[in-house]
């Protein structure tokens, strides 16, 4: 359980193994570390650690129960908030211009100037590859087949002068 009261924040819970010890902290939603972390008094049946002078904003809490040995996962994670938080920096962007003073009648969608002037027509052009006309794989396909039977050709005129010979 997270309490506030002022810049003071008090975490406080329970651990299911009596006696052993337990770890509190706090930092920001997907901080990489916490930016306050200690470990925790007894008190009671459970335990308490609080953290002065928390600057306003919002954090999560987190405690961890230390029955696996140090290193823990923590065993609960709240989100708090401790005062107002700091209010966004003023935008560097010009202002917008003020809205018309003509009244739209309700329900009725206003106009706006298309994303695309020209709109286009067809369908998309991928560049899915070759348009069948002017694929290059016939003629390679030809010419490898002349090459091999030039080859066989050759090749068996050599084993005949061979043959010849003997």
């Known amino acids: 359980m997270v309490t506030v009261s002022g810049s003071t924040v008090t975490?406080?819970?329970?651990?299911?193994?009596?006696?052993?010890q337990a770890e509190a902290g706090y930092g920001t939603h997907n901080g990489h570390e916490p930016l306050d972390y200690n470990v925790m008094k007894a008190a009671g049946k459970g335990y308490a650690?609080?953290?002065?002078?928390v600057p306003p904003?919002?954090?999560?809490?987190?405690?961890?129960?230390q029955e696996g040995g140090p290193g823990s996962r923590p065993s609960g994670i709240r989100a708090f908030t401790v005062?107002?938080?700091?209010?966004?920096?003023p935008s560097t962007q010009p202002a917008k211009p003020a809205p018309s003073a003509k009244p739209t009648q309700p329900g009725k969608p206003t106009q706006t100037a298309p994303q695309?002037?020209?709109?286009?027509?067809?369908?998309?052009?991928?560049?899915?590859?070759p348009v069948e006309d002017?694929?290059?794989?016939?003629?390679?396909?030809?010419?490898?087949?002349?090459?091999?039977?030039?080859?066989?050709?050759?090749g068996?005129?050599?084993?005949?002068?061979?043959?010849a010979r003997r």
Not at 11 to 20: D, F, L, Q, R, S
Not at 57 to 65: F, I, L, P, V
Not at 116 to 129: M, R, S
């Open 11 to 20: 975490i406080t819970g329970t651990c299911v193994t009596k006696g052993i």
């Open 49 to 53: 650690l609080s953290f002065n002078g």
């Open 57 to 65: 904003g919002t954090y999560e809490a987190m405690m961890s129960c």
């Open 83 to 89: 005062g107002k938080p700091a209010k966004p920096a």
């Open 116 to 129: 695309v002037e020209v709109k286009p027509q067809g369908a998309p052009q991928t560049g899915g590859g």
């Open 134 to 154: 002017e694929s290059t794989a016939t003629p390679l396909l030809v010419g490898g087949a002349v090459a091999l039977v030039g080859a066989a050709g050759a």
């Open 156 to 163: 068996a005129v050599v084993l005949r002068r061979r043959a």
